[in-house]
């Protein structure tokens, strides 16, 4: 497709790992507690977006409002059941074709980036044994403004020391998609992502693409 891609920045949760039923368990023991209507539906329009932001998402179906504070203190409780649950992923938890993807790009002096809207990005890269796989990691720790605005992607660039108009992002989620194309790069949908340029039907598809 395009010659001039000289990094690829890869979303972290759905795209290397799907983390989608731990961040489901943690947000429904959340909402149980709380009696608030919480279902797999609901949960995949948290796809790519912020803690705080998703749980503004499930508070649409509650009862009462909440105040700041009520809202951090559930975003918080969720977060730990999250953190519990994501200690039991492993190396084996990598989504198919991505080793095989990454070390061919690796072999081809193209850079790989993580672009994650993830807090828990350290953890989750720890536990699937990549800490120090990649050539920058930008995500939830470093953004003031979460997917769909291009910042976490921006500050992958930049991290590299790459022109955004040499990246690519791959993702899996709508907002994602978004803030690839406000970033100026090219964008690899997987998953249920729609608009991206290209659409993969598995990650090895991406080494044809470049
Ligand atoms: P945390 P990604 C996103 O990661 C998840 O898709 C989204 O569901 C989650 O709310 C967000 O990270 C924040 O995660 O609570 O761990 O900071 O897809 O951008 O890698
Ligand atoms: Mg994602």
């Given at each position: ?6 990094a ?7 795209v290397i790992?799907?983390?989608?039923d ?5 947000w429904k023991k959340m909402a149980?507690?709380e009696g608030?209507?919480?279902d ?6 948290l ?7 998703s ?5 649409e ?11 951090v ?6 977060n730990?059941y ?7 992923l492993?190396?084996a ?15 081809k002096?193209?850079?790989?980036a993580?672009?994650s809207?993830?807090?828990n990005?350290p ?10 796989y ?10 003031t403004?979460s997917?769909?605005?291009?910042e976490?992607f921006l500050?992958?660039?930049d991290?590299?020391?790459?022109p955004y108009?040499n ?6 989620a ?5 803030a ?8 690899f949908?997987v998953?249920?992502a ?8 598995n990650?090895k598809?991406?080494?044809e693409n470049?």
């Amino acid at each position: 497709m395009s010659t001039n891609i000289k990094a690829v920045i890869f979303d972290l949760d759905g795209v290397i790992v799907s983390t989608d039923d731990c961040h489901y368990r943690g947000w429904k023991k959340m909402a149980d507690e709380e009696g608030i209507y919480f279902d797999r539906t609901i949960n995949e329009r948290l796809r790519g977006v912020s803690r705080m932001e998703s749980l503004n998402i499930i508070l649409e179906r509650a009862e009462k409002e909440y105040t700041e504070d009520e809202k951090v203190q559930m975003a918080t409780r969720k977060n730990g059941y999250y953190v519990e649950f994501i200690q039991a992923l492993t190396p084996a938890d990598i989504l198919p074709g991505v080793m095989e993807t990454l070390e061919e790009l690796k072999a081809k002096g193209i850079k790989i980036a993580i672009g994650s809207s993830s807090k828990n990005t350290p953890i989750i890269l720890k536990q699937i044994g990549l800490s120090d796989y990649f050539d920058a990691v930008s995500d939830g720790n470093n953004i003031t403004n979460s997917k769909p605005d291009p910042e976490v992607f921006l500050k992958a660039a930049d991290f590299l020391g790459m022109p955004y108009d040499n990246c690519a992002i791959v993702e899996d989620a709508d907002a994602g998609i978004e803030a690839g194309k406000a970033a100026g790069m090219v964008t690899f949908a997987v998953g249920s992502a729609k608009g991206g340029d290209v659409t993969l039907s598995n990650m090895k598809e991406l080494l044809e693409n470049l």
